[in-house]
């Protein structure tokens, strides 16, 4: 583990403070759960985002997709607790 400086602003710093009192937390621990909590977020939606890119380049090179409405109403279907059919992919 390595150490890392960070120069907060007195406000900030107090906030945190009393929020990590608050939750039974060093205010240490506090910033490293926030940091980490961030961390893994952005990650989500960095691959998020990348994963749509691929999707459109697939696109782009098959004109393979679904129409919105079939997914919708495979998504709306599955939330009612039902079992439908996969929407199927069309050529455009």
């Known amino acids: 583990m390595s150490t890392t400086s960070l120069k ?3 406000p900030l710093k107090q906030r945190i403070g009393v929020l990590a009192e608050a939750t039974g937390k060093t205010p240490h621990a506090f910033m490293v759960e926030a940091l980490t909590e961030q961390t893994e977020r952005t990650e989500k939606r960095q691959a998020f985002l990348q994963s749509a890119i691929q999707a459109r380049q697939h696109y782009e090179q098959t004109g393979i997709a ?3 409405e079939d997914v919708h109403n495979y998504l709306k279907t599955k939330i009612q607790g039902q079992n439908p059919a996969k929407p199927q992919p069309i050529k455009r």
Do not use: C, N, R, T
């Open 66 to 68: 679904y129409a919105a």
């Open 8 to 10: 907060l602003p007195e």
